[in-house]
Nanobody
Framework: QVQLVESGGGLVQPGGSLRLSCTASAGFFSRYTLGWYRQAPGKQRELVATFTSGGNTNYGDSVKGRFTISRDDAKNTVYLHLNDLKPEDTAVYYC??????????WGQGTQVTVSS
């Protein structure tokens, strides 16, 4: 069983930045596709970014050019760098790890609020 623990959320003003972190407790981390998703009140969970074990990244259209996903397999950690934040980025952000067998693990979520 893989446990994912997120940190780094908080309240930030529009135009500000945050860095989210997600650390896995176990597993073959370097083989996983890692990702960040978010869910705003009243909306469906949506893709923010993914990072495959082969080094490929993918971003949701609304965050391209502003957010960056990175990973440090030696630390079992994936990061999400959020820049130029907008009020519409307000959501609970979830970390995800997908194994080579298609099994998904989720973190508990961390709140990001963008407001002046």
């Amino acid at each position: 069983q893989v446990q994912l623990v997120e940190s780094g959320g908080g309240l930030v003003q529009p135009g500000g930045s945050l860095r989210l972190s997600c650390t896995a407790s176990a597993g073959f981390f370097s083989r996983y596709t890692l990702g960040w998703y978010r869910q705003a009140p009243g909306k469906q969970r949506e893709l923010v970014a993914t990072f495959t074990s082969g080094g490929n990244t993918n971003y949701g259209d609304s965050v391209k050019g502003r957010f960056t996903i990175s990973r440090d397999d030696a630390k079992n950690t994936v990061y999400l760098h959020l820049n130029d934040l907008k009020p519409e980025d307000t959501a609970v952000y979830y970390c995800n790890a997908e194994t080579i067998f298609g099994v998904h693990y989720w973190g508990q979520g961390t709140q990001v609020t963008v407001s002046s």
